[in-house]
Structure formats: structure tokens, C-alpha cells
């Protein structure tokens, strides 16, 4: 009977190990071919590795059984020691999480460089979480000092109900949707209303709009904020540079704070499906953002004292190529060193600015990040060799051709090394 009953429970956690497996596996929305999401997906086996526990056990219990007495009593145990322990030490490293402060930090980087009553507006659930859990639980920026709102959620119906927690805002709608749908017609809001009803606000957004918005793209425009954005009326007038490089680099100053670039997670312990991961993948994105924004700017603006913002954002650029290698082969990002190159060689300026350290890692001792001109070196020269190594990597990339303005590139490059009489490949 006994047996009966363990073939009868056996058979049972088999049948719905297979189960899961397989019915759980097929209803999976998750696509498993990104790394991040396959991570998540894996957290959801503890359930049937339970399981094959038991079914370790039970195996082991039929083993003892058909042992010799004095083996089951003086070697199973040392086995069954042994095999906890083994991995134990394999994996206590990397699952030791008792220094792991990295949301802490990446919470307190977005939250610290906010100015009074700000409204914050998240798209994503690692970032609104680990907001929350400082505002709600350690009581760092709180309402009304910084209010914050997960745009996902605003986007129920329900959501009309919650709005009685946020009494300073104004929803001109019951929630959030876009234009001219059902939705829409019977009370809904879109975003550029909800931004439109808010005026008095300080607004700054982190991850994507849940709708598309032509009136908000119409109205306003997004500056790199630290690890956000921030939102302001869309104007004709191009801002000064240098008001937004000094702006921007305080509050990359107090991100550098609490995220250190020398403590950002290491893909050995936290590989790309981790969230720990996706800390320093925004790191590098908002870094780069800031750079090509910075760029961008001052090149469409007065050319008088552009070269501080020209020049920090073609070391920044640098700086996020020696955190993410991968960078090394974008083709945006060769592009973008040799224009910031090239208008280096171009400036009217008669020295070169200094670019301020904030990462650590573009110090004079350390010039593997940063190769800046030396005191005895001509500035212009070295920004020559930089402009002519970046877009002649440019140009021979298979994928630059996708990039709009390849041709451009490709004549100002050949015309130039023409004019000089210089070889592509001569350094």
C-alpha cells in the first residue's frame, strides 16, 4: 500500500512538473530572447524546482534503501552535506547581496536633482519602485517636495479614483489615454492636457509616453536631466550652451554622487538579466544623451564660448565608451566624436578648455578614457588626429550606411584627407 501511495504521489508531482513546464512556458508573454526578461521569467521556477527537490529526496530515500546498512549510515550523510555545501561556495558570491545598495543609489541620483515641487512621471517599474520605497519608506523628497505618479497605472480607469491622493494636481480627465478615441470622448486625458493643466510644476519624465502624442510633440521638448528628462515648452530660440552645460553638469555631479562610475554593477556579478544590470545601462544611455544633446546645441547655437560645451561633450562620449565597449562600435557614436572633433579643430578659441572630472576616470595620470591634448601638445593637431581616427572608422562600418547623413560625412572626409594629401589609414 505504502508503495502504491509513493508511485500514486510521484506520478502526481511529475504530472505537474509537466504542466508547468509546458502550460506555463506557452502562456508566457515574456519574449525569452531578451536576456532581461528571460531573468525575470527564470524567477518564476522556484515553484517547480520545489519539485524536483522532492523527487531528490524521494530518489535518495530508494537509493539508502538499497544500500548496505553501514554505507547509508557513514557515507549518505557526508553526501548529503556535501552536496548543499558545494553549492554553497559556488554560488555564494554572486549571491551575496548584503552590500547591494545600487537601487538606493540609483533612487536617491534621480530624486536629489530635482528642484522643489517637481513632479515626476515613471514609466518604468524598477525606476517607480525604488522612487516609492525612498519616498515612502526613508522619507527622501516626499510630496509635495517631489510628487510621482507611474504612468502605466494613470492609464486605467480606476485611476479616477486615486486622484483624491495627489490634491495639488489637476487631471483634466478621469485618466490617462490618447486622442481622439473612445476613451478619450468619454473623459479621458492626453498627456499633453495633463501637462497643459499643470503649469506650476517642475515636470520631469523617466522612461517612454504609454501613447503617442503629436500635440505634446508639437508643444513641448525634453532635456536631459541626470537620468531624467525634463520638460519645458517647446521654443524657436536655441538655449545657450553653456547655461545648460553648467545646469546639467550639477546635476550629473550629484548622480556621479550616488552612483560612483567605478561602483556601477559589474556585468561579471550582474549579468544583462539582472535589473541590477539595467542601473548602469541607463547610466551609459543618459550620459550619452546628455552628450549628444550638449553637442547639438552648441553647434546650432553663437560659436562665442562654445568650445567648453563642444569639448566636455567629446570627452563624455569617450567616458561612456569606456563603460560600455559595445559603443566603440556605433557608428552614431563615431559620427558624433568627429563632428565634436572637427568643430574642436574649427574653434576661434586660443586655448583649450578644461574639462571639469566628475567620473574619475579622465584624469591627466589616466588618459586611456580621455585622450586630451598634453601641455606641449598642439590642441588642434591632436582633435585632427581624433576627427580623422573617428570618422575614418565611421566609413568603413558596414551598418554607417544606414545613418542619414553618411554621404555628408563621407564627402567632408574625403575632401579634407584630399586636401592634405593624406592617406585615410596615415596617422
Same mark, same amino acid.
Given at each position: 500500500?505504502?508503495?502504491?501511495?509513493?508511485?500514486?504521489?510521484?506520478?502526481?508531482?511529475?504530472?505537474?512538473?509537466?504542466?508547468?513546464?509546458?502550460?506555463?512556458?506557452?502562456?508566457?508573454?515574456?519574449?525569452?530572447?531578451?536576456?532581461?526578461?528571460?531573468?525575470?521569467?527564470?524567477?518564476?521556477?522556484?515553484?517547480?524546482?520545489?519539485?524536483?527537490?522532492?523527487?531528490?529526496?524521494?530518489?535518495?530515500?530508494?537509493?539508502?534503501?538499497?544500500?548496505?546498512?553501514?554505507?547509508?549510515?557513514?557515507?549518505?550523510?557526508?553526501?548529503?552535506?556535501?552536496?548543499?555545501?558545494?553549492?554553497?561556495?559556488?554560488?555564494?558570491?554572486?549571491?551575496?547581496?548584503?552590500?547591494?545598495?545600487?537601487?538606493?543609489?540609483?533612487?536617491?541620483?534621480?530624486?536629489?536633482?530635482?528642484?522643489?515641487?517637481?513632479?515626476?512621471?515613471?514609466?518604468?517599474?524598477?525606476?517607480?519602485?525604488?522612487?516609492?520605497?525612498?519616498?515612502?519608506?526613508?522619507?527622501?523628497?516626499?510630496?509635495?517636495?517631489?510628487?510621482?505618479?507611474?504612468?502605466?497605472?494613470?492609464?486605467?480607469?480606476?485611476?479616477?479614483?486615486?486622484?483624491?491622493?495627489?490634491?495639488?494636481?489637476?487631471?483634466?480627465?478621469?485618466?490617462?489615454?490618447?486622442?481622439?478615441?473612445?476613451?478619450?470622448?468619454?473623459?479621458?486625458?492626453?498627456?499633453?492636457?495633463?501637462?497643459?493643466?499643470?503649469?506650476?510644476?517642475?515636470?520631469?519624465?523617466?522612461?517612454?509616453?504609454?501613447?503617442?502624442?503629436?500635440?505634446?510633440?508639437?508643444?513641448?521638448?525634453?532635456?536631459?536631466?541626470?537620468?531624467?528628462?525634463?520638460?519645458?515648452?517647446?521654443?524657436?530660440?536655441?538655449?545657450?550652451?553653456?547655461?545648460?552645460?553648467?545646469?546639467?553638469?550639477?546635476?550629473?555631479?550629484?548622480?556621479?554622487?550616488?552612483?560612483?562610475?567605478?561602483?556601477?554593477?559589474?556585468?561579471?556579478?550582474?549579468?544583462?538579466?539582472?535589473?541590477?544590470?539595467?542601473?548602469?545601462?541607463?547610466?551609459?544611455?543618459?550620459?550619452?544623451?546628455?552628450?549628444?544633446?550638449?553637442?547639438?546645441?552648441?553647434?546650432?547655437?553663437?560659436?562665442?564660448?562654445?568650445?567648453?560645451?563642444?569639448?566636455?561633450?567629446?570627452? /563624455? %562620449?569617450?567616458?561612456?565608451? $569606456?563603460? !560600455?565597449? *559595445?559603443?566603440?562600435?556605433?557608428?552614431?557614436?563615431?559620427? +558624433?566624436? #568627429?563632428?565634436?572633433?572637427?568643430?574642436?579643430?574649427?574653434?576661434?578659441?586660443?586655448?583649450?578648455?578644461?574639462?571639469?572630472?566628475?567620473?574619475?576616470?579622465?584624469?591627466?595620470?589616466?588618459?586611456?578614457? /580621455? %585622450?586630451?591634448?598634453?601641455? $606641449?601638445? !598642439?590642441? *588642434?593637431?591632436?582633435?585632427?588626429?581624433?576627427?580623422?581616427? +573617428?570618422? #575614418?572608422?565611421?566609413?568603413?562600418?558596414?551598418?554607417?550606411?544606414?545613418?542619414?547623413?553618411?554621404?555628408?560625412?563621407?564627402?567632408?572626409?574625403?575632401?579634407?584627407?584630399?586636401?592634405?594629401?593624406?592617406?585615410?589609414?596615415?596617422?
Amino acid at each position: 500500500t505504502m508503495d502504491c501511495s509513493g508511485n500514486a504521489t510521484a506520478r502526481v508531482i511529475i504530472a505537474c512538473l509537466t504542466f508547468y513546464f509546458l502550460v506555463f512556458h506557452s502562456l508566457s508573454n515574456l519574449p525569452l530572447s531578451n536576456p532581461l526578461l528571460y531573468g525575470v521569467h527564470q524567477r518564476f521556477w522556484v515553484h517547480p524546482n520545489i519539485l524536483c527537490f522532492i523527487l531528490v529526496g524521494v530518489g535518495f530515500n530508494a537509493a539508502a534503501r538499497s544500500l548496505p546498512r553501514t554505507i547509508v549510515v557513514r557515507i549518505m550523510p557526508i553526501i548529503m552535506v556535501a552536496i548543499p555545501l558545494m553549492t554553497y561556495t559556488r554560488n555564494y558570491e554572486v549571491s551575496d547581496q548584503s552590500e547591494n545598495q545600487v537601487f538606493r543609489g540609483y533612487a536617491a541620483s534621480i530624486l536629489d536633482t530635482l528642484p522643489p515641487k517637481s513632479l515626476l512621471l515613471i514609466n518604468y517599474d524598477m525606476t517607480f519602485t525604488s522612487v516609492r520605497y525612498l519616498q515612502e519608506c526613508e522619507g527622501l523628497r516626499n510630496k509635495p517636495d517631489v510628487t510621482t505618479i507611474n504612468l502605466s497605472m494613470m492609464t486605467f480607469p480606476w485611476f479616477e479614483e486615486k486622484q483624491q491622493l495627489y490634491k495639488d494636481l489637476k487631471f483634466p480627465g478621469s485618466h490617462y489615454t490618447k486622442a481622439n478615441t473612445v476613451a478619450w470622448l468619454k473623459g479621458g486625458f492626453t498627456f499633453a492636457e495633463f501637462i497643459d493643466a499643470n503649469p506650476d510644476y517642475n515636470i520631469y519624465i523617466a522612461g517612454r509616453l504609454s501613447h503617442d502624442d503629436p500635440e505634446y510633440i508639437e508643444h513641448y521638448e525634453e532635456h536631459p536631466h541626470g537620468l531624467v528628462r525634463h520638460i519645458t515648452r517647446r521654443s524657436n530660440s536655441i538655449g545657450a550652451a553653456e547655461a545648460y552645460r553648467n545646469s546639467s553638469l550639477n546635476a550629473w555631479k550629484i548622480v556621479t554622487k550616488h552612483l560612483p562610475p567605478q561602483k556601477l554593477p559589474s556585468e561579471t556579478k550582474y549579468p544583462e538579466s539582472t535589473w541590477e544590470w539595467t542601473v548602469k545601462k541607463e547610466f551609459v544611455d543618459h550620459l550619452v544623451s546628455r552628450s549628444t544633446y550638449l553637442l547639438d546645441i552648441a553647434l546650432r547655437g553663437p560659436q562665442t564660448q562654445a568650445l567648453p560645451s563642444i569639448a566636455e561633450a567629446a570627452a /563624455w %562620449l569617450e567616458v561612456a565608451i $569606456s563603460l !560600455d565597449e *559595445k559603443l566603440g562600435n556605433s557608428p552614431s557614436m563615431k559620427k +558624433n566624436l #568627429g563632428l565634436a572633433y572637427m568643430n574642436i579643430v574649427r574653434s576661434n578659441e586660443s586655448h583649450f578648455p578644461i574639462v571639469e572630472d566628475i567620473f574619475g576616470s579622465i584624469s591627466n595620470d589616466t588618459k586611456t578614457f /580621455w %585622450l586630451g591634448p598634453n601641455d $606641449s601638445e !598642439d590642441w *588642434k593637431a591632436w582633435a585632427t588626429r581624433q576627427w580623422r581616427r +573617428n570618422w #575614418g572608422e565611421f566609413l568603413v562600418m558596414s551598418s554607417a550606411r544606414e545613418e542619414a547623413d553618411y554621404h555628408s560625412v563621407k564627402q567632408i572626409y574625403e575632401s579634407v584627407m584630399k586636401s592634405s594629401q593624406t592617406r585615410p589609414n596615415q596617422k
